[in-house]
């Protein structure tokens, strides 16, 4: 009797600590995007000479009133990013700088909240914008077009810059990709960075709508990684930072406030190995996957924006029948404008085929990613179309996901090979390809498999 307690009690610990192991991530942690000066002095008096020759001249064409005018009501503001169609990622960004409010320099910060989420410098630069980035996989979806900078408010396009270099990731005096919209009471907003050759086709004295596509987010100009620097300019050219808080008692210039953390799942995914973060320019290997067979082992990883010091993610891995496979718990124990954890799980060792999901509880919200599991002994028709192909239209990558992929051959619509990739790492790079259609032939785990892909920028 007295041996059995003593085993139940050894087997408890033992389960413990199981548990407290099992709990812990295999990998992930902080992703930050370095700071870095995003307009110097020189660029900004450049480009205000250049907004006030701009504006010179549409007041001449009368486009534009004269500043003397009085100021009509400002306009509020929506949030400049939006995931372009066709893609499903519950959040694409992160906000790692505010406006600094403090004049002084360097390292006297001081962001609209009483925080010091903005930075200076030693050569006086005040942050004058809000630095948001693209998280996770910042150059894939600069690549793919993913995140489109929209206009926060209505108004006139006072100038356009494209042209420049856009994968840069470090501080560097080029010139970035922008452009400037002036709002009916004058102010001025900044949208910096983008991607090159992706700005509205629109053309300067053009007006602009609430939401109407500016750009691509992309890294041009002196970036880090791709980022949108949003600031906005009075109609004296004084930087205005339009969130309300405790530091900047100013009236909120944003129809919605946003909160200082935004805590959210970006996205979560299945995968056939780890995600490999890689240094930028570099595209991320994302090693996405959705089609195992049953039994293997699936890579689990969640990517989150504001991730906070003692918030709790419950995941669950649920049946085709809602019934939970798995589940467990993780705790952030600092706070992140970006994180992202993964672990790896076998599943369905009990031989249930169907649609699996992969569910995260975190922060009063329910998020969810789909997978499949089936039986390699008894591979259906219906079964075998698992094969995704995205996005179509597509300007730069095409992601080929659900099966492996060995190699893929590109034919345009005269039958003629036109691209191949061996060695298929589940990315398809078609920048050099003319728009049109195409026929895309591959050679999968189950045979070869046709798709069609549209290419259009
Ligand atoms: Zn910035």
Redesign the pocket.
Known sequence: MKKQLLLSALLITATVIAQAQYDSPEGGGAYEIPAGI??SDQQKAAIEQELKASRAMLVEQGILSERAAAKTTVPKLDWPIKQASGFNYYNIYGVS?FVDLDKNYPNQLLDYNCGSRTYDLASGYN?G???IFLWPFSINMMDNNQAEIVAAAPGVILAKHDGSFDKNCAFNNDQWNAVYIEHSDGSVAWY?HMKKNSLTSKTVGQSVATGEFLGIVGSSGSSTAP?L?F?LHDDKSNVVDPFNGSCNTSASLWNSQKPYRESKVNTLITCSAAPVLTACPNPDIINAKDTFNIGSSVVFATFYSDQLNGQQSTYSILRPDNSVEQTWTHSANQAYNASWWYWTRQIATTGIAGVYTFKVSYEGKDYEHKFYMRDPNSITGAEKDKLLVYPSPASDVVYIKGLAVSWVEVYDLMGKQVAKETDFNGQLHVSALPNGMYTLRMNTEEGIQISKVVIRR
């Open positions: 995003c307009v700088n942050h914008g809000i630095d910096g980022h620097h600031e």
